[in-house]
C-alpha cells in the first residue's frame, strides 16, 4: 500500500509526517500538529501507533 504524501523534508520535528501532509494539503504546520496532538489524546485515537504506521507508509522526503 502505497500513499502519495511524502514526509516533509523542512517541517519535521520527528519524522516529518505531520508537516508532509500539511504540505500536501496546503495546511499551516502548526495547525495540522496541534489537530493531530488534540487528536492523539482522545481515546478514540490511537495517535502514536497512527503516526508510526504513517511513518511506515510514507515515503522519504525529496
Known sequence: ????IHRSATN???AGVVG???EHFDWSPGIARLIFVLLGITPL???IIAYLVLWLLMKDPE
Open 12 to 14: 519535521r520535528v520527528l
Open 45 to 47: 485515537f490511537p495517535g
Open 20 to 22: 508532509g501532509i500539511s
Open 1 to 4: 500500500m502505497k500513499i502519495n
